[in-house]
């Protein structure tokens, strides 16, 4: 992960008895566990830290100069901690909810059912519905894919289709990630757009950030069609050899016919029946 930058609040920004403050604080900014905080401490020095892993965020964390070096003090719990995971059973119960939507995406597969769920990311499958009743999954290459990750689509060429506005973040809550979970891919907080996730198997270390809010979870009659679609691999961006989706959206889908021809592709998206 990138140094994530942010600016502290010193504890006393003006020269103290001739000495510089050897206190400040800070409040952890919305971002990825385990990311590594840049920022300038009031002596100039530029320090790289890495998240405690007990810090949530809007979290206060005090820094401290004893000697030479500047130090983790202590963490003033201001933040929202996790929620609590849910349990097998509270996820089905969701599922069946009368809340959740059902929708069906055409694969070069087969068809893929998936059941999206408001309470789980409120924002998330309002502009995941709207995508799908705009007509926008249609023709989409799965340019991503991961065995045992995911699998992601969501890149078009077509000027008319693009021009969604970014949405913000839903609050995590406690929705895991397992297989065949759906959710949006980001670049980072409140960057989510149009590009989606289907996972290929549970994975534990993600859904700590709200970036990582699930939307939904393919239903179960799909998951064999939704494991037998093409894992291209990573994007180059990330050090793979698979699709790269800035040409893919300069070129469309003739850049992924032409030089990935065993891609499959979202033929379309409706709400199921």
């Given amino acids: 992960l990138k140094p994530f930058w942010l600016k502290p609040h010193s504890e006393s920004s003006e020269f103290a008895n001739?000495?510089?403050?050897?206190?400040?604080?800070?409040?952890?900014?919305?971002?990825?566990?385990?990311?590594?905080?840049?920022?300038?401490?009031p002596d100039g020095i530029v320090l790289q830290l890495p998240l405690p892993a007990e810090a949530d965020v809007?979290?206060?964390?005090?820094m401290h100069k004893p000697e030479d070096k500047w130090a983790f003090k202590h963490i003033v719990k201001c933040g929202v901690p996790p929620a609590p995971v849910?349990?097998?059973a509270e996820l089905e119960s969701d599922l069946a909810s009368p809340d959740a939507v059902k929708v069906q995406l055409d694969t070069s597969k087969g068809p893929i059912f998936i059941k999206v769920v408001p309470s789980w990311s409120p924002l998330g499958v309002q502009r995941f519905l709207e995508l799908v009743k705009d007509g926008y999954y249609r023709d989409v290459?799965?340019?991503?894919?991961?065995?045992k990750f995911l699998v992601q689509f969501g890149i078009v060429k077509d000027p008319a289709r693009n021009g969604y506005e970014k949405?913000?973040?839903?609050p995590l809550c406690g929705v895991p990630y397992l297989d065949g979970m759906v959710g949006f891919?980001?670049?980072?907080p409140n960057t989510r757009t149009t590009t989606m996730c289907l996972f290929l198997g549970?994975?534990?270390?993600?859904?700590?950030?709200?970036?990582?809010?699930?939307?939904?979870?393919?239903?179960?009659?799909?998951m064999a069609t939704l494991h037998a679609l093409c894992?291209?691999?990573?994007?180059?961006?990330?050090?793979?050899?698979?699709?790269?989706?800035?040409?893919?959206?300069?070129?469309?889908?003739?850049?992924?016919?032409?030089?990935?021809?065993?891609?499959?592709?979202i033929t379309s998206a409706s709400l199921a029946p």
């Fill in 18 to 41: 001739g000495a510089m403050a050897t206190e400040f604080k800070f409040v952890v900014p919305e971002c990825e566990r385990g990311v590594t905080l840049r920022l300038t401490a």
């Fill in 58 to 62: 809007g979290d206060e964390i005090h």
């Fill in 86 to 88: 849910k349990s097998a």
């Fill in 141 to 147: 290459a799965i340019y991503r894919g991961i065995p």
């Fill in 167 to 170: 949405i913000a973040d839903d």
């Fill in 185 to 188: 891919a980001a670049a980072g």
């Fill in 202 to 222: 549970d994975i534990p270390y993600l859904g700590k950030s709200s970036v990582e809010t699930p939307i939904g979870k393919v239903c179960e009659e799909s």
């Fill in 231 to 265: 894992c291209p691999g990573d994007i180059p961006q990330c050090g793979g050899q698979g699709p790269d989706p800035t040409k893919l959206e300069e070129l469309g889908n003739e850049y992924i016919t032409s030089n990935f021809p065993d891609c499959d592709f």
